[in-house]
């Protein structure tokens, strides 16, 4: 038996070694399972003690993860699992304390490693046990990953050290396997479960995938290894027989068995069971001549279905010149290469549609019409300016491609869900087929139903409008009979009604009861250099065009290589038809071909390649005409040769080959839209009841958000009292304030390096004087987590970059379309360093310099070009080299040096500098001083690029806003310490500072705090 201590000490060993980490600085350990996280939470308590973190999180799969996070390690370092520190996963072992355990001990520490990181199923015919799920296995030079299986041939597991560590099998029998080892918790319950239903007794003989295989090897042959055969022939006819044995079983068979297995198991012919035999009646009947032995329609007593087939017109043009340099992998059984991608002469992904799902990932592209989409592709290659800015080009493309046009033809309710799918690669098309309401024969009312909307099968609706119709409860009222007069002139779907029924009621029943309306959702993903992503329309037709530039440099490189290479062999002939005479004189003195090759090669200067085409070429291309035509052909060649590396020099002429190809392409076999669209009566966009009107958002520092109308702050004099702005909880402050519009999308970044975005009429409005509402409630931010910036995103289709500033003085440019995510529980912004966080944010064109200013007075200035554009998860890199005691309070962008920089200290004082006064320097430097800080002035608090006619936002720690023009601030010199801006009340100080936008052609870093 175990002590309590000794028992905790195994189940927190098993389970940090299962999904645990300790590095030097951090340790955490994580688990959706709260029962057996609640049991390692009171053993870590036990057994380590000290400060721990616990928290929960509901992660992507649905399942909530519960976590502890360990950051004071002196006790963990101290506690026995101090072994595991700095254990990478590769190298992961465990502990020393488990080898030398009881074995009770070591039960209970795999007990909870296979809790932690394992798994029991059922698989076909072998039965797991459990399964750790680690991926590399033990190694010979130590347990380097504590990775193993428990099949169901494994009774009991055992652990042994020295030369050979790891975790050990023996024997059989899983029920064993359960009773000695096992899980701790709820895995064990549902290994119990699956142990339960595995049966005693095998049926793995009852029956064969490949008729008869198995009855014809136990009659012809005989002893022990035949069961090993027929176990090959059933299930795996994919596999080759006896592999990884060290004999091959079928060294035992006869040769004439031998020749009947070998073709039946090598997966070249597949077997399906006759379900049933109906008579078809009379039916007419084509003969098909195959001139080929091995294309007979009876072999070796079995049907061979033989199909040949070749491209239509329009496939045969879009897949045009894709042997010309095309690369080769393997196909899926690697038996021969396939070409890795077809040249496509149009955006075929967008033409056809594409529907598709996989792991955890699914497709589905509707078709579009094959001219408007062609309009478009020639649109964007001839103003190539459109691919440097994303929402220009989405625009340019939506001008051509209405919408998606399906075959089946229908009509398209409304623009949102079109508009949706098209600028974020996600959104739900309304359909609705094509429905007119005509008076019968007898004078009746009645639905023609004449189109239908997309992958409606046209039986299965009438069969539910049938079932509605005669339905008990909730029945359909009004229709009278239901028939289908289809034919080859088009669908035709008759409804007939009831004299006393209102069409026009039936008819919107049928919309919301059937088919006859549906939603075909739309979600553009798509594989992208190996990597599935979720494309807009103008990323979808940008990424065919660069495509298309691959493959026209691949196709024109290969014609150029193939116009060299036949312009060598002319040249070689033209020097032998010019030295003719000379040339067959040596050819005939020479002894064989070998002299006579090497003859031409160091007399006339040729390649071994044109002394062959010489000796080969016959006698008929000595005539004058022959002679005539191979100059003729060398000349061509090289006009050929010259208009090939033009191309190749010149990316515009690249882009009219694309361009008339696709014209080309649209002329022979574009056709008129079938889908037209309609206006749906109960399509309404929430933002169409909602005023677009100027809004100013305000973000405590305890975490509360509101929003209130921009007019009811009044513009006061230089040293107001201001007008209360909230009545903010006591020690709380006003952090953030941004004016915005009602409409516009933000980007609110926390500290910890998240960004979560938002429409500001999200945003719950309150009176002036309300604290507002928890950030909480209304993005999936994390309660420790606090907004460090918030950005208008009115500036995508102005800059193309965010800037990022770090408390550390780490700065970091990123594209200002990497943050666009509609992610509820938000993305990450940036990876920060330890004990870093986010400062400021800022958008940016990325011609611009950067100012950063630190609390202690200091700024530096230099060029946007020293921090290159980073992916969105990246780093950064140093902006200023900081004192120990100084940390980066603001950050703001440069483009015109009449500018001013206003500077705002904590007890109330300011000053406007030039930003001429700021000199430029290299990045990662100690910076200017930006102002001569006193302790009656306290250190700065907030900073900005300013213009002449701009307002500010001061805001007290009180919660009291004052508005002020900057013209009424004095302006002073980089070294000078400010004047009174706001007078504050006692033991108060101010806490933010807010530039106010009103116009549309102010500086966007004006709108951001």
């Known amino acids: 038996m175990l002590s309590e201590r000794e028992w905790q000490l195994a189940t927190l060993a098993g389970a940090w070694v299962a999904e645990g980490f300790a590095s030097p600085h951090r340790a955490g350990f994580n688990n959706t399972d709260q029962d057996y996280f609640t049991h390692v939470v009171e053993a870590f308590d036990a057994v380590v003690g000290g400060r721990r973190y616990v928290y929960d999180r509901v992660i992507s799969s649905g399942s909530r993860l519960y976590e502890i996070d360990v950051q004071d390690m002196a006790p963990f370092v101290a506690a026995p699992l101090g072994e595991l520190v700095d254990h990478k996963s590769n190298v992961k072992s465990a502990p020393s304390f488990v080898w030398e355990g009881s074995p009770a001990f070591k039960r209970a520490f795999l007990q909870s490693l296979f809790e932690g990181d394992g798994s029991s199923s059922l698989l076909g015919r072998q039965h797991r046990a459990g399964e750790l799920l680690h991926s590399q296995p033990p190694t010979r030079s130590g347990c380097s990953t504590v990775a ?33 080892v096992g899980f701790f918790g709820r895995k064990q319950e549902k290994l119990l479960r699956d142990l339960a239903t595995i049966p005693t007794t095998s049926t793995a003989m009852s029956s064969d995938h490949i008729p008869y295989l198995a009855d014809y090897v136990r009659q012809e042959c005989g002893g022990t290894w035949k069961q090993r055969v027929v176990d090959q022939a059933q299930h795996r006819s994919d596999r080759a027989l006896g592999a990884g044995s060290g004999q091959d079983p079928r060294q035992h068979l006869l040769d004439e068995v031998k020749a009947v297995i070998e073709p039946l198991v090598g997966g070249n012919y597949y077997a399906a069971k006759v379900a049933s035999i109906e008579d078809a009646g009379v039916q007419p009947v084509y003969s098909i001549r195959v001139d080929s032995d091995d294309h007979s329609f009876i072999t070796n007593g079995f049907v061979s279905h033989n199909t040949e087939c070749r491209l239509s017109a329009f496939h045969g043009a879009a897949t045009r010149h894709h042997r010309r340099d095309r690369r080769l992998r393997p196909e899926l059984r690697r038996r ?149 007069e289809s034919s080859r002139q088009g669908m035709r779907l008759i409804i007939d009604l009831k004299k006393n029924a209102v069409p026009q009621v039936v008819l919107n029943t049928l919309y919301k009861r059937t088919q006859l309306q549906d939603n075909f959702g739309v979600n553009m993903l798509a594989i992208v ?92 291309r000595l005539t004058a005409l022959e002679q005539d035509k191979i100059r003729e052909e060398y000349e061509e060649l090289q006009r050929t040769i010259a208009e090939l590396e033009s191309i190749l020099a010149d990316p515009a002429k690249v882009r009219a ?14 056709d008129p839209r079938r889908t037209n669209f309609a206006h749906d009566e109960g399509e309404f966009d929430i933002e169409d009841l909602i005023a677009d009107e100027e809004l100013a958002v305000s973000v405590s520092r305890d975490g509360y958000i509101k929003s ?64 507002g509402t928890a950030v909480v409630n209304v993005v999936s931010m994390r309660s420790e987590d606090r907004v460090a910036a918030v950005i208008d995103t009115r500036d995508y289709e102005t800059y193309r970059y965010l800037l990022i500033a770090t408390k550390k003085g780490m700065v970091k440019k990123t594209l200002f379309r990497e943050y666009d995510s509609s992610r509820r529980e938000g993305i990450i912004a940036l990876n920060l360093r330890e004990d870093d966080e986010v400062v400021r944010v800022r958008p940016t064109s990325g011609d611009n310099d950067i100012l950063l200013i630190t609390k202690k007075g200091k700024a530096i200035r230099f060029s946007e070009d020293k921090v290159r554009s980073m992916g969105r998860t990246a780093t950064g890199v140093i902006g200023i080299r900081l004192d120990p005691d100084d940390e980066v309070v603001a950050c703001d962008i440069i483009n015109d040096d ?69 013209n009424t601030i004095s302006r002073q010199g980089r070294s000078a310490t400010g004047v009174r801006v706001m007078n504050l009340s006692g033991g108060m100080s101010i806490s933010a500072v807010a530039p106010v936008v009103g116009e549309e052609e102010e500086t966007p870093q004006g709108r951001l705090t």
């Open 148 to 180: 193993a299986r428990v099949w169901d041939r494994v009774p009991a597991v055992r652990i042994r050290s020295g030369r050979d560590q790891g975790l050990h099998r023996q024997s059989t029998g899983s029920q064993v396997v359960c009773s000695r």
């Open 336 to 484: 021969r290469p396939e070409p890795s991608v077809l040249p496509a002469r149009f955006p075929n992904l967008l033409v056809n549609g594409s529907t598709g799902i996989a792991v955890g990932m699914a497709t589905n592209i509707p078709p579009h019409n094959l001219g408007e989409v062609v309009d478009a592709v020639v649109d964007l290659l001839e103003h190539p300016e459109l691919s440097q800015d994303p929402a220009k080009s989405l625009s340019a493309v939506m001008k051509h491609i209405k919408g998606p046009d399906f075959p089946t033809g229908g009509i398209i309710l409304g623009r949102s869900g079109i508009n949706d799918a098209y600028t974020t690669g996600r959104g739900s098309v309304k359909m609705r087929a094509v429905c007119e309401i005509e008076e019968g024969p007898k004078g009746n009312p009645r639905i023609v139903v004449t189109e239908l909307p997309y992958q409606v099968n046209k039986a299965r609706l009438a069969t539910k409008i049938a079932e509605l119709v005669n339905a008990k409860t909730g029945r359909l009222e009004g229709i009278a009979d239901l028939r289908d």
């Open 529 to 620: 250099d190996g990597v599935p992503r979720t494309l807009n329309l103008g990323e979808i037709l940008q990424e065919y065009i660069s495509h298309q530039i691959q493959v026209i440099i691949r196709r024109t490189r290969y014609r150029l290589r193939k116009a060299r290479d036949r312009s060598h062999i002319l040249e070689g002939l033209i020097i032998a038809l010019d030295h003719i005479d000379e040339i067959v004189a040596l050819i005939r003195a020479a002894a064989d071909v070998e002299e006579a090759r090497g003859g031409l090669i160091a007399r006339y200067g040729l390649s071994e390649i044109q002394a062959n085409h010489i000796l080969d070429m016959p006698l008929r």
């Open 657 to 670: 080959i694309i361009a008339d190809e696709a014209r080309e392409v649209k002329k022979r076999f574009a």
């Open 708 to 771: 209130v109308s921009l007019d009811t702050y009044r513009q006061q004099g230089r040293g107001g009292r201001g007008v209360r702005g909230a009545g903010l909880k006591e020690g709380d402050i006003v952090e953030h304030l941004i004016t915005t519009t009602a409409h516009a999308y933000l980007l609110l970044f926390s500290n910890s390096g998240r960004v979560y975005r938002l429409k500001a009429h999200e945003i719950p409005k309150r009176d002036r004087t309300a604290r």
């Open 898 to 966: 009449s500018d001013e920089l206003l500077l705002v200290t904590q007890f109330g004082y300011g000053k406007r500098t030039k930003l001429g006064d700021f000199p430029r320097k290299g990045r990662g430097g100690k910076g200017v001083i930006a102002a001569k800080l006193t302790k009656p002035r306290g250190p700065i608090v907030g900073a900005s690029v300013v213009r002449g006619g701009d307002e500010v936002f001061l805001i007290s720690s009180d919660g009291v806003v004052i508005r002020m023009a900057v």
